[in-house]
């Protein structure tokens, strides 16, 4: 079941542009950045009030958020909601009638199993549901 809204994130042409931006500027903590390789995409993580914003970039100019940037040149890209079990989640979203980007959990960001509903599906939202490795 799903337990929070995780993080936001936001696609952005220029990371480190970005990261000062959200850290220096708006004086956000920077929580960690980390690539990845089964997404192509650049992440860099910032704590605010119970959730995250997370910035994307796509980690060598290709992948999902290459394509996202060349027809948007930035913007927001999804909404993570944390859910304790993905496996039952994705069966019930499934049985519902929507589709996911992957047939089962693909590995994320800090060791989190994530899966991405079909914006089709959801009002043309990208949502991600995300379970993170239990401490
Ligand atoms: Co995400």
Not at 23 to 46: C, I, K, N, P, Y
Not at 117 to 129: C, F, N, R, S, W
Request: charged share 25%.
């Amino acid at each position: 079941m799903i337990t929070k809204l995780d993080h936001v994130a936001i696609a952005v042409p220029d990371i480190a542009a970005a990261v000062e931006r959200f850290r220096d500027h708006l004086g956000l903590h920077l929580q960690a950045q980390e690539d990845v390789e089964q997404f192509q995409t650049s992440t860099a993580f910032f704590p605010v009030s119970g959730t995250r914003i997370e910035l994307v970039h796509p980690m060598d100019g290709k992948g999902p958020i290459a394509r996202y940037l060349d027809r948007k040149g930035g913007g927001l890209h999804h909404i993570c909601f944390e859910t304790d079990d993905i496996e039952s989640d994705m069966e019930l979203l499934k049985a519902r009638g929507y589709r996911f980007l992957s047939d089962g959990p693909s590995p994320g960001a800090h060791g989190a199993r994530v899966a991405f509903l079909h914006p089709k599906d959801t009002d043309g939202v990208l949502i991600e549901l995300a379970e993170h490795p239990r401490p």
